[in-house]
């Protein structure tokens, strides 16, 4: 099928690299794999996720301490989705900076 099996190795892992990430199924170590969450932050969701699953992103920044408009427009945009939705707001939050 592939003649250069570099470049099919290459191919499946970009695929893989813009993965969405559902926080409401992610695991610690899924949440770390987004740009900009850490540790803290990834303990911070998966407490708070143990009250209950995340309903949207409104719900999602109200939980979450350190949590804004400003992340959640840029966890979106790496990958981060709540129920397959990713926040709405971004435009918003780009434009108020």
């Known amino acids: 099928m592939f003649k250069n099996p570099l470049l099919a190795a290459a191919l499946l892992l970009s ?19 987004v740009k900009g969450i850490g540790p803290a932050m990834s303990g911070k969701i998966l407490e708070e996720r143990k009250k209950g699953v995340f309903k949207d992103w409104r719900d ?35 434009t108020t900076k």
């Open 15 to 33: 695929s893989l690299s813009f993965a969405a990430t559902d926080v409401n199924k992610a695991t610690a170590a899924d949440l770390d794999a």
């Open 60 to 94: 999602f920044i109200a939980r979450v301490s350190g949590v804004g408009v400003g992340n959640a427009a840029k966890f979106s945009a790496e990958g981060l989705t709540i129920d397959g939705a990713t926040f709405k707001g971004a435009a918003t939050a780009a």
